[in-house]
T-cell receptor, first 113, second 115 residues
Framework: GDSVTQMEGPVTLSEEAFLTINCTYT??????LFWYVQYPGEGLQLLLK?????DKGSNKGFEATYRKETTSFHLEKGSVQVSDSAVYFC????????????FGDGTTLTVKP | EAGVAQSPRYKIIEKRQSVAFWCNPI?????LYWYQQILGQGPKLLIQ????????DSQLPKDRFSAERLKGVDSTLKIQPAKLEDSAVYLC?????????????FGPGTRLTVL
């Protein structure tokens, strides 16, 4: 079945540091890929997405590129802020399976001033 | 537009008791999901509805969990009887349709504690 593997956390960075959170996936078809974010005390919300190979999703300074050859969708940001502290979830949605979604276990990011 | 509504937000019960959760999706969203999120893990799909029909319930523990979506709008998830390992956050999400490129919108979740 489908699966998503995220780098283990937690991740602690200083403000303005470079962020990478690794995500790899296994899927039988051609899934759409997503990053969702959960800020403290809030529900999950979409951060960015990519729907086909080589697409780049971007939002709020975050980027991720759909790499079919390495089955990866790593999240990056050039300069993190304290307000980016949250839990980040990588997910895929399988069109061949009625859009069923599979989530990674999340990576907790803490940014210190 | 209004977001996904869930109630209650918190529930504490003793093992072997029953509990029910309610979800109201975004208006017009045909697809509705229930997820279980255990602390430190990602959401795990329990059941997916398309309108009022079940698309996937392969990971729903059917001996104790049940869900319905009457009239293709609101949904309820029930646990009877509850076990200690059911302690988790139960998330409801909706999507315009089941097309994989559309995002899901999540409710705030119901935090269940089973004592």
């Amino acid at each position: 079945g489908d699966s998503v593997t995220q780098m283990e956390g937690p991740v602690t960075l200083s403000e303005e540091a470079f962020l990478t959170i690794n995500c790899t996936y296994t899927a039988t078809g051609y899934p759409s890929l997503f990053w969702y974010v959960q800020y403290p005390g809030e529900g999950l919300q979409l951060l960015l997405k990519a729907t086909k190979a080589d697409d780049k999703g971007s939002n709020k300074g975050f980027e991720a590129t759909y790499r079919k050859e390495t089955t990866s969708f790593h999240l990056e940001k050039g300069s993190v802020q304290v307000s980016d502290s949250a839990v980040y979830f990588c997910a895929l949605s399988d069109q061949g399976n009625a859009g069923k979604s599979t989530f990674g276990d999340g990576t907790t990011l803490t940014v210190k001033p | 537009e209004a977001g996904v509504a869930q109630s209650p937000r918190y529930k504490i019960i003793e093992k072997r008791q029953s509990v029910a959760f309610w979800c109201n999706p975004i208006s017009g969203h045909a697809t509705l999901y229930w997820y279980q999120q255990i602390l430190g893990q990602g959401p795990k799909l329990l059941i997916q509805f398309q309108n009022n029909g079940v698309v996937d319930d392969s990971q729903l523990p059917k001996d104790r969990f049940s869900a319905e979506r009457l009239k293709g709008v609101d949904s309820t998830l029930k646990i009877q009887p509850a076990k200690l390992e059911d302690s988790a956050v139960y998330l409801c999400a909706s999507r315009r349709d089941f097309k994989s490129y559309n995002e899901q919108f999540f409710g705030p979740g119901t935090r269940l504690t089973v004592l």
